[in-house]
């Protein structure tokens, strides 16, 4: 069974620091995800990571995939409080008849002024 | 193209009743996936449905959840005799092809409260 961990689970930082959000999965997958909810909303997607050693870069977020040591990572630079949200890593694993993403408990992100 | 439309939004229901949860995919989209989040907690795999077909339901409780995807229609996450436990966030996810291939959109979700 696939098994998708973060860490760390609570992460208060204040504006304009760096930090790494780390996500370890327990099997070999094809492809992994990072999303953002804001509290009461729908997840938005981030990045879709597809080999080894992707690295993806949107604004002050940067993702990357180890796929040998099953890792992936989330760096947030110089933070800003519109970050503040929980964030998750979805690995794609093969049910017994078709895929499916199995998510990470999810970080959940306080970005302090 | 509107995008995965999920309804209600919000559903509050006494224990013992049956809550139906509605998912229209995508324009395009005949994959369906219903995922469940619990307070606090990440989205938990319930159920993968291609039209008229369950293609994997190893998520699913077993007693009281059953899903359906008529082939005209949304797909219908139906509860029955629902209690306090049910209360989560249901949200529905579609794609074109399974998710080997292409990435799934989410929904709005559903809240569930069972009082």
């Known amino acids: 069974e696939l098994k998708v961990e973060q860490n760390p689970l609570f992460l208060s930082m204040q504006e304009g620091k760096n930090y790494t959000i780390y996500c370890n999965y327990s099997?070999?997958?094809?492809?992994l995800y990072w999303y953002r909810q804001d509290p009461g909303k729908s997840l938005e997607s981030l990045f879709v990571?597809?080999?080894?050693?992707a690295v993806k870069q949107e604004g002050r977020l940067m993702a990357s995939l180890d796929t040998k040591a099953r890792l992936s990572t989330l760096h947030i630079t110089a933070a800003v409080h519109d970050l503040s949200a929980t964030y998750f890593c979805?690995?794609?694993?093969?049910?017994?008849?078709?895929?499916?993403?199995?998510f990470g408990e999810g970080t959940q992100l306080t970005v302090n002024p | 193209n509107a995008g995965v439309m999920q309804n209600p939004r919000h559903l509050v229901r006494r224990r013992g009743q049956e809550a139906r949860l509605r998912c229209s995919p995508m324009?395009?989209?005949?994959?369906v996936y219903w995922y469940r989040q619990l307070p606090e907690e990440g989205l938990k795999f319930m159920v993968y449905?291609?039209?008229?077909?369950?293609?994997?339901e190893s998520g699913m409780p077993k007693e009281r959840f059953s899903a359906e995807f008529p082939k005209e229609g949304p797909s219908i996450l139906r509860i029955q005799q629902v209690v306090r436990g049910d209360s989560a966030a249901y949200f529905c996810?579609?794609?074109?092809?399974?998710?080997?291939?292409?990435?799934?959109?989410f929904g709005q979700g559903t809240r569930l409260t069972v009082v």
């Open positions: 099997t070999t997958s094809d492809r």
């Open positions: 990571l597809l080999s080894n050693g």
């Open positions: 996810a579609s794609s074109p092809l399974p998710f080997l291939n292409t990435e799934a959109f």
């Open positions: 449905l291609q039209k008229e077909n369950i293609i994997d």
């Open positions: 979805a690995v794609e694993g093969r049910g017994t008849s078709g895929s499916r993403l199995t």
């Open positions: 324009k395009g989209h005949s994959h």
